[in-house]
């Protein structure tokens, strides 16, 4: 992955398209890259986004912009970069990752060489350094803060250029820089340094007569803007220039004449190499280094270090006169054991001419020797598969001037001074590339098959090397037969071969050189049923302490049979998992081996408890338990964990997971007989298949509770179900339905006492009113549930009523009115995914009715992200529609408003929502009239007044004449539109809204037939 600041601040996936974060986001994301490892605190944070006036709880805000960042970030790296310090936050991006820092190693490498007198060489570096700068630094990041560091990194970038000027100028090339500075001093016009070496480079190029007339415009410029004249270095050039000072003429350059290029017995470049684009430019990067000698590759079996630090060394080749040496240690050999390190010197001084009879005996004297003999010479050595650091150490240089590029199954991080390089698996587009290449067989890169042959095999170097080997070699054969194979499990593992080699047989040389106790833990930890093992519960696994665990985990990593991908927690590589898995050999279902019945109460406990910091960390890990308890037929288990998880995975936005943990539960519920369990499982999943839009599915579910809670005689259950069949039904348009079951609901609330419950449905009965039409009916129900909710001693739970009272007061154009509920809202309510973005799409509203355009629109924007992040299709088409209204009535963009328009039209129809369908329509037709498109408006108006007249929406219904009037005013005269406009006011007045005044004064006003609100 690769950031960028340098420009536009933008992430990009290794060989994608990239992507800019949103705006806040976009202050976020370029502080962490401009701090580098050093955490950035929250109190920096808010104050670069709100610039030193934040929101009330604008931690809360804060905390929802780091998690969409974060989401966008491990869309395309599940590694978790972006973690939490106390009281701040920082970023794992390496100095690669960044074009800044990356523009820094660069401009640093190339001052060091320099100073070495390669000044050729630095010059190119300098350039290539300049070449990360897109444009104008943090281009799309606004505020003050941004505007300082963009003015500081300018100076740097300006800096880079004037440094690589000078050297050019050094070595008497000053013709290739006539034409670029004059554009490098209009950048700058006040900067002495450019202007002088334009001069100078103009005075060699024999254009004396120019240089002088740039600092007379030098002259004028600073006289003009600053009431200042030149400094007095560029006085003195100006004075030498004029006296044809000798001390300016161009130096004598010479250059040296090129070495002849070297022997070597480094193993073959490959052909079919592919890829590694990012890792070449990171190792090549150090190699430019001359600070150093020593590169160490290391990464899990099969990840093709080998193959990568040959491809490198021919890279390199030409820079070593005196040798390019490869030597295989064999650290994991099913051949030889491990080279010894004083046999391994043997090798490589015989390598370098040393007669064998001349050579010590021991390890440390050969060792002398060797380093003896390199101290003069320029010489490259591959020391391939590594065991470790005691095997490596010997067989180093003393000093500069040679490199070693080693490579090793497992992190050598005792190789004092090395520079490390882990490497990972390929990217699938890389992948597919090299299985094509591989196999022969001609077969399209994008396609579907070899895209599938990628997956299966993990995108593994050598396990796309050995299929596609043996598809070459089976004329028979074509891609899909071997994802046939490949997904016959158990065996897949033993279909990645190759004549004689083995994928197996790489895994298991790695699993052999284990000690015991690591050996255990790789086959236990391959019984988790989660994606991410932390270090808590791998002690529970291995039944230890999460102390003596962690060490075990960090051995397991070192030797990449684990990866690390966030501070205590790891995950297994797919094919590595499925060969841990076979040795652990637990027994077939249903039988649950000891140690993954200590994880799943592990889980248990956690679900059911009240830290919910360490159920966010463990999202990913709660569900693969529920499936596991499932298909093992835990009931028990299954049916808990759908109770703990319900709220859990509602707010969080998962359900399509919530789904399938709670048919899990009522299946398990239902099998152990227990009524009131499936009972309150159908009615966690008649919730969610409701967030789903899966109305028909949620009626069942919640009217098969209710006959189960009233068979039971629980009063409560079943005044909850009765509320949930209003919900559904108040979302289906269907208003009396819904009013019936509500009243229903408020009966038996009240009959228990129960006052949280009769608030609820008083709140969802309060906006079955609104939508009849009935205001004061309405906010009369409104106003009684936030009062039960006072009286319950937590006004948080009311939250969700002061929303909905802002909303009316939205009716009544009364934005301050709706703004002050709102922000109690954003003071009360806990900051879940769907919260926030409800909250943000109406505080759009506020400020588009408001005159506030920028401000909505940026609201708009970050709710809008947030629903299709949690994927609550509802919420998002309600977005749309305020976002295509917000183009069309406000900046007056109508293509672009109605394109958000004519998706969320064909959302609310998917999802069957009257009510959201008519809101599209009228925004769609509002967009039509607006563009002087009036028969496409009159159809949209006269469509949406049908299905308002057919869902009973006063409100609605009235909003559809009126648009239909002032179309028909323009297509018909206006006596063709008076009966519409007519009932429009009728409908309006009846509803006591602010429209009837408009309406009364469009019929009023024979003149007015383009415009309403």
């Known amino acids: 992955m690769e950031f960028r600041i340098l420009g536009l601040v933008e992430i990009q996936a290794d060989g994608g398209t990239p992507s800019s974060p949103w705006a806040k986001e976009r202050i976020i994301l370029a502080s962490l890259l401009l701090a580098g490892d050093r955490p950035v605190p929250t109190e920096t944070l808010i104050d670069r986004i709100w610039e030193g006036e934040p929101p009330a709880k604008a931690r809360n805000f804060l905390y929802s912009h780091i998690a969409r960042l974060r989401t966008q970030l491990t869309r395309t790296d599940p590694r978790e970069r972006l973690t939490r310090a106390t009281g701040a936050y920082v970023l794992d991006a390496s100095a690669d990752d960044v074009d800044y820092r990356r523009f820094h190693e660069l401009r640093k490498r190339a001052a060091d060489l320099a100073a070495r007198g390669r000044r050729e060489h630095a010059v190119e570096v300098y350039g290539d350094a300049e070449r990360l700068a897109g444009g104008i630094p943090l281009q799309n990041v606004s505020g003050d803060w941004a505007a300082r560091v963009r003015q500081r990194i300018a100076g740097e970038l300006l800096g880079c250029t004037l440094e690589r000027v000078e050297l050019i100028l050094e070595l008497g090339r000053h013709e290739e820089l006539v034409g670029e500075l004059p554009d490098v001093v209009a950048a700058n016009p006040e900067n002495d340094r450019a202007v002088a070496l334009l001069m100078l480079a103009l005075h060699r190029s024999g254009r004396s007569g120019d240089a002088l007339d740039e600092y007379e415009s030098a002259r004028r410029r600073m006289d003009e803007r600053l009431g200042a004249t030149p400094g007095t270095a560029l006085r003195e050039l100006h004075r030498q220039i004029l006296v044809g000072d000798a001390a300016l003429d161009p130096p004598t350059s010479s250059r040296?004449?090129?070495?002849?290029?070297?022997?070597?017995?480094?193993?073959r470049d490959l052909g079919t190499f592919t890829g590694r684009d990012r890792e070449m430019r990171a190792l090549r990067a150090l190699a430019d280094d001359g600070g150093v000698s020593v590169i160490a590759i290391d990464g899990m079996p099969g990840v093709g270090k080998t193959v990568l630090a040959v491809h490198l060394a021919h890279r390199l080749a030409d820079r070593y006169p005196d040798g390019c040496l490869f030597l295989s240690l064999h650290g994991h050999s099913a051949e030889r054991s491990p080279i010894h390190p004083a046999e391994a010197l043997g090798t490589l001084l015989r390598k370098i001419g040393v007669e064998p009879g001349s050579a010590p005996v021991d390890t440390d004297r050969r060792s002398a020797l060797w380093r003896s003999h390199l101290a003069h010479r320029r010489v490259l050595v591959v020391l391939d598969d590594a065991l470790g650091v005691t095997q490596v150490n010997p067989l180093l240089p003393g000093g500069a001037g040679s490199l070693v590029i080693t490579t090793s199954r497992r992190t050598l991080a005792?190789?004092?001074?090395?520079?490390?390089l882990t490497l990972d698996v390929l990217p699938p587009d890389e992948s597919a590339d090299l299985f094509v290449r591989v196999s022969g067989t001609?077969?399209?890169?994008?396609?579907?098959?070899?895209a599938e042959v990628a997956r299966l095999c993990g995108h593994l170097p050598l396990a796309l090397q050995l299929t596609g080997n043996r598809l070459r070699h089976r004329a028979h054969w074509d891609v899909a037969d071997l994802v046939r194979r490949l997904r016959v499990r158990p065996g897949r593992l033993a279909e990645i071969r190759a004549e004689n080699r083995h994928l197996l047989a790489a895994f298991a040389l790695s699993y052999e050189g284990l000690p015991p106790l690591p050996r255990e833990a790789f086959r236990l930890l391959s019984l988790h049923p989660g994606p991410v093992i932390t270090t808590e519960a791998a002690g529970v696994l291995?039944?230890?302490?999460?102390?003596?665990?962690?060490?075990?985990?960090?051995?397991?990593a070192d030797h990449h049979l684990l990866a690390e991908i966030d501070r205590g927690h790891y995950r297994f590589h797919d094919l590595l998992h499925e060969y841990a898995h076979g040795l652990a050999a637990p027994p077939p279902p249903p039988a649950v081996p000891p140690p993954v019945r200590r994880l799943l109460g592990h889980y248990l406990a956690l679900a059911e408890g009240t830290d919910r910091v360490r159920l966010d960390e463990e999202a990913d890990n709660l569900v693969p338990m529920v499936d596991y308890s499932a298909a093992h037929d835990l009931g028990e288990y299954t049916g808990r964990f759908s109770d703990a998880l319900a709220a859990h995975l509602q707010e969080s936005g998962r359900w399509h997971d919530a789904v399938r943990v709670h048919q899990a539960a009522v299946q398990a519920r239902r099998t152990q007989r227990d009524e009131a369990g499936t009972a309150r499982a159908l009615a966690h999943l008649g919730r969610t298949f409701w967030r789903t839009g899966d109305h028909p599915s949620a009626l069942e579910s919640a009217t098969e509770s209710l006959r189960i809670?009233?068979?039971l005689g629980d009063r409560a259950g079943a005044a909850a179900a009765l509320d949930q069949i209003g919900l559904i039904h108040w979302t289906r348009s269907e208003y009396d339905v819904a009013s019936g079951y509500y009243d229903q609901a408020l009966t038996l609330w009240r009959s228990l006492g129960d006052h949280a419950g009769e608030a609820s449905t008083l709140d969802h009965a309060g906006i079955v009113k609104w939508h009849q039409g009935r205001y004061n009916e309405a906010i009369s129900y409104l106003q009684a549930a936030l009062k039960l909710y006072e009286t319950a001693g937590d006004a948080r739970d009311g939250w969700m009523?002061?929303?909905?009272?802002?909303?009316?007061?939205?009716?009544?154009?009364?934005?301050?009115?709706?703004?002050v509920y709102f922000r109690r809202v954003e003071n009360v309510m806990e900051p879940s995914k769907q919260h926030q973005a409800n909250l943000l799409n109406n505080f759009g509203v506020v400020y588009d009715k408001q005159g506030r355009f920028d401000e909505a629109l940026a609201h708009y924007r970050d709710a809008l992200a947030i629903y299709s992040e949690i994927g609550d299709r509802r919420g998002e088409t309600d977005c749309l529609i305020h976002l295509g209204a917000h183009y069309v009535n406000g900046p007056s963009r109508e293509g672009e408003g109605l394109l958000h328009l004519k998706k969320a039209l064909r959302q609310a129809r998917e999802l069957r929502e009257p009510f959201l369908e008519v809101?599209?329509?009228?925004?769609?037709?509002?967009?039509?009239r607006r563009a002087s498109r009036p028969s496409a408006a009159y159809t949209a108006y006269d469509e949406a007044l049908g299905l308002a007249r057919s869902t009973g929406d006063a409100?609605?219904?009235?909003?559809?004449?009126?648009g239909i009037g002032t179309v028909k005013s323009v297509m018909h005269g206006k006596v063709a539109a008076r009966p519409f406009l007519e009932r429009a006011l009728q409908l309006f007045t009846a509803l006591g809204v602010p429209a009837a005044d408009a309406v009364r004064a469009q019929l009023q006003d024979d003149t007015d037939a383009t415009s309403h609100a």
Request: hydrophobic share 40%; aromatic share 2%.
């Open 256 to 267: 040296g004449t090129r070495r002849p290029p070297p022997t070597n017995d480094l193993l």
């Open 414 to 420: 005792g190789l004092d001074d090395a520079r490390p």
């Open 442 to 450: 001609g077969a399209d890169a994008s396609g579907a098959d070899v």
């Open 542 to 556: 291995l039944d230890m302490p999460p102390t003596r665990a962690e060490p075990v985990l960090e051995e397991l």
């Open 709 to 711: 809670h009233e068979h």
């Open 801 to 819: 009523t002061l929303n909905n009272l802002g909303e009316l007061e939205l009716i009544f154009d009364r934005t301050h009115e709706a703004l």
């Open 919 to 928: 809101e599209a329509l009228l925004g769609v037709a509002d967009a039509h």
């Open 955 to 962: 409100n609605q219904e009235a909003r559809a004449l009126w």
